[in-house]
């Protein structure tokens, strides 16, 4: 037996669940050395990841570069300068790690070997799959035959276990030694990439510590402590100048009330019938004038300043939301009136004017009970608008169900017509086949009208004229018929008969064919001119 036989025979016993033997100190190695090789293809992962990020951080600082150089390039002076060390910088450091990629890439090519021996164990594994199937066959085999009395069988079977169980053994030993290699030296293959990758980026962190190490300086200038004390000094002066000029304002103005409040006691009092004369001293509209020249005056000077600036803006912003607010509210009023226009309209209850602008606008003079009975009016109205509405949702909704009943018994006499019809068409083919089925085969016909009368017969779904072919069938039917009157009309007397009776041709004996109806019988007929050629009663 061969031993793809034998393996394929096996697998089938252990499927059906017979036993299999195990090695467990090669299945306590495999494990061990699978889960390693877990970790290993995660450290070349993580390798080519830091050589990614290596390349990405030499592409950000490039281009933190271009920024610096286009934000800085119409400066003059110490600026520029800084900004040109800045971007000399960014540059060197990109340059660092652009010099860092390919070596951290490289660096999985350290952990090669180990794969390589993994992929040699997997394919002693294989082999010891095969093998171990073929040792379980005659193992068991030899099991069944302890009772037989079939020597020979038996012997032959005992050797071929013997090879089996040399090959599985042997195959068991090569895989534990080279397991229990790839274990041993996993140490060591993982120190020589740990080694260079810290070198690596120890050298790349102390090279951009001494270029950051250059530029920390410049922080000092760029930063923005000195730009904003500068700034607030001013924005401080000009409040408290307004703030000053405001009081002054405030202080003159109430001086000034004064003064007109000791002068209004002073003036004399009028009698009666007097025409009062106005005072220039204490004219309020000059003193409104006078007043509101100098507050015009003083508030040139601080028209710039933020905090009125602000409190116009805020007045303006409250007067805006207030008048769109009021439009609003008009609006929906608007609206409401509009919207109970439209349904009495609707309902045709007419009303005079008068109530209308009532409903809308209340009557401030109308007492609460004089208002009662209108409110009660108005909700019997509405109450009634409701009631004609319902009534007209149910009318709609019954008429939408009539509309769809007779939908329904349209649908269903369309459907009847339909059939009707095919039933007649049908009974119309079946007349036709049985009529072509009587009429006797014309052998030198060329097929001409029985051609015409199936392409007639068949209905075209697509044509939309009359369907005459019925008609038509008949007509031809006829002349058919016709035809063939004729010619038996024509040779009634025997043809075959000679006029001395002598002898029968040959035909008589032989089968019976049809007449041709398009044979040239012009000789006969000068033969016999005076033979009746019409002797057939039934025409």
């Known amino acids: 037996m061969s031993s793809a036989v034998t ?9 059906w669940g017979q036993q299999i033997t195990k090695n467990t100190q090669l299945e306590d190695k495999k494990s061990e050395a699978y889960e390693l090789n877990n970790y290993f293809q995660m450290a070349e992962r993580t390798l080519v990841t830091i050589s990614q990020c290596h390349q990405q951080l030499q592409i950000q600082y490039n281009q ?15 600026n520029k300068l800084i900004a040109t060390n800045l971007v000399k910088m960014f540059q060197k450091i990109s340059e660092l790690h652009g010099e860092k990629v390919t070596p951290v890439y490289q660096l999985k090519l350290e952990l090669k070997p180990w794969f390589d021996t993994m992929e040699q164990i997997k394919i002693l594994l294989e082999r010891y799959q095969e093998d ?9 085999k030899i099991k069944e035959l302890q009772n037989s009395k079939d020597s020979d069988k038996i012997n ?8 089996a169980t040399t090959a599985y053994q042997n195959i068991c030993i090569d895989m534990i030694g080279k397991m229990d290699n790839i274990i041993s030296n996993k140490i060591r293959m993982m120190n020589v990439v740990l080694s260079s990758i810290i070198s690596i980026e120890h050298d790349v962190s102390l090279q951009e510590g001494k270029r950051f190490q250059e530029c920390l300086d410049f922080d000092k200038e760029f930063s923005n402590g000195n730009t904003i004390k500068s700034v607030q000094p001013e924005n401080q002066e000009q409040e408290n100048n307004f703030i000053n000029k405001t009081r002054k304002l405030l202080n003159l103005q109430s001086a000034q009330e004064v003064q007109q409040n ?7 009092q009028q009698q009666f019938g007097e025409t009062p004369t106005p005072n220039p001293d204490t004219d309020p509209f000059e003193e409104f004038n006078r007043v509101s020249a100098q507050f015009a005056g003083e508030f040139k000077e601080d028209s710039e300043s933020p905090a009125l600036c602000k409190d116009q803006k805020n007045f303006k912003l409250n007067q805006q939301q207030k008048l769109s607010q009021i439009q609003q509210q008009q609006e929906q009023v608007y609206q409401t009136i509009k919207n109970q226009r439209k349904q009495l309209e609707q309902s045709d209850i007419k009303q005079p004017n008068q109530n209308d602008i009532n409903q809308g606008f209340s009557n401030p003079f109308v007492t609460s009970q004089q208002q009662l009975p209108q409110q009660q009016q108005q909700q019997q109205q509405q109450q009634q608008q409701q009631q004609q509405q319902q009534q007209q949702q149910q009318q709609q909704q019954q008429q939408q169900q009539q509309q769809q009943q007779q939908q329904q018994q349209q649908q269903q006499q369309q459907q009847q017509f339909q059939q009707q019809q095919y039933q007649q068409q049908d009974f119309r083919v079946s007349q036709s086949m049985v009529i072509q089925s009587n009429v006797p085969w014309n052998p030198f016909d060329e097929g001409q009208n029985n051609q015409q009368s199936f392409r007639k017969s068949v209905k075209n779904p697509f044509d939309d004229e009359v369907d005459d072919t019925y008609v038509q069938q008949q007509q031809n039917q006829n002349q058919q018929l016709q035809i063939h009157s004729q010619i038996l009309s024509s040779r009634s007397n025997n043809p075959f008969a000679n006029e001395n009776n002598q002898q029968a041709p040959s035909r008589m004996f032989q089968t019976y064919q049809p007449s041709n109806p398009f044979a040239d019988y012009s000789n006969e007929h000068q033969k016999q001119p005076n033979q009746n050629t019409s002797k057939n009663p039934f025409i």
């Not at 000791?262 to 004399?268: A, G, L, R, T, Y």
Request: hydrophobic share 35%; net charge positive; glycine share 4%.
């Open 7 to 15: 393996r394929a025979g096996q697998k089938w016993k252990e499927f």
């Open 64 to 78: 933190f570069a271009m920024i610096v150089t286009k934000i800085f390039e119409h400066e003059i002076g110490s």
């Open 132 to 140: 171990r199937l073929i040792y379980d066959h005659y193992k068991l």
């Open 156 to 163: 032959r079977n005992e050797r071929k276990l013997e090879k």
């Open 262 to 268: 000791e002068k209004s006691h002073q003036v004399k």
